[in-house]
């Protein structure tokens, strides 16, 4: 079995091993700049060791900020974290999902409250068809989860936070993909799984492979307009290096993890829709209040909110 390597050690000592020479030539330049002194401005030696020691002390400033500078960086990247981003309406086009499922190679699951930005116009509608007919025929695993529109404190107080049809375009959204789901062969659908939880949506998740874009909702704001982060399988700057000496270790990054988990635990505790189901969630659909749809708010470029 190859041996492990803990590439966090080596970071480790690789950045004290860089402090320390940094802190030489800092002392290097003190003990340069002091004889300079000693020896005085008019000996030819005593010029050139404080122009030496000046331009040492310059350097090691500018390494120690970039030093420190790259360390946060680091740690960054070695919790998984690809890119940030402030509002997913403005970062992410409407075809970056249905990309995401083009390029994934195994799995693409979804975790959200509605999910409706997939069916938010006729023209995305045929296109999230097209996309998830075909990922499913490449055998790929699906999961979508929803937040129980009926009978659930949550999906109320989302409704009423963003302001929008929340539970009435969780309910379109299901039925679409149901119906979508339905002309596939038996084999298909049991790849093509379709959920709903009960559990406080506090992100959504949707994850691709080993990618997975985790958008961070806010009280009383549009998930549609919430801010978050892409995480990433994106292995420590010394993968390459290890798997070159024979070596090996755990780098799947640590935030990925954290997310992943979480996923798979709401996704454990769901319930499977039916077709009996989806008879209760049209009937109970009939009964919401008229409020402006996601699609609505997509086109009319707003967010409901001051």
């Not at 002091?34 to 390494?63: C, K, N, R």
């Not at 659930?152 to 009435?168: F, I, L």
Request: net charge negative; with cysteine; charged share 25%.
């Amino acid at each position: 079995m190859p041996q492990k390597l803990d590439i966090s050690r080596l970071t480790g000592a690789l950045r004290q091993f860089q402090r320390r020479s940094l802190a030489l030539a800092v002392v290097a330049a003190g003990l340069l700049l002091a004889l300079g002194i000693a020896t005085g401005p008019e000996d030819t030696f005593g010029i050139i060791s404080v122009s030496l020691s000046t331009g040492i002390l310059a350097s090691a400033i500018v390494a120690a900020v970039a030093l420190e500078r790259e360390d946060f960086a680091q740690a960054i990247s070695d919790l998984g974290v690809q890119s940030l981003f402030k509002d997913r309406k403005s970062e992410f086009d409407d075809g970056y999902w249905l990309g995401l499922l083009r390029s994934s190679n195994s799995s693409f699951r979804v975790l959200g409250v509605a999910n409706h930005g997939y069916i938010n116009d006729e023209q995305a509608k045929e296109e999230s068809r097209q996309e998830f007919l075909r990922a499913v025929r490449q055998r790929k695993s699906i999961e979508i989860l929803w937040l129980t529109p009926d009978d659930n404190p949550a999906a109320d107080m989302r409704e009423k936070e963003e302001q929008r049809s929340t539970r009435r375009d969780t309910v379109n959204a299901i039925e679409f993909f149901w119906e979508l789901r339905e002309g596939l062969t038996e084999e298909e659908q049991q790849r093509f799984s379709l959920k709903e939880y009960k559990a406080l949506p506090t992100c959504g998740i949707t994850w691709a492979d080993n990618q997975l874009v985790v958008t961070h909702y806010l009280s009383g704001r549009l998930n549609l307009r919430a801010p978050g982060f892409v995480l990433g399988s994106s292995l420590f700057r010394y993968d390459r290096f290890v798997k070159a000496l024979g070596l090996s270790q755990d780098t799947s990054p640590p935030l990925a993890q954290v997310y992943a988990r979480n996923y798979r635990e709401v996704a454990g505790k769901s319930s499977p829709l039916t077709g009996e189901r989806l008879t209760q969630l049209r009937t109970f659909r009939e009964t919401l209040p008229e409020l402006p749809s996601e699609s609505e708010l997509r086109l009319s470029g707003g967010d409901g909110h001051d």
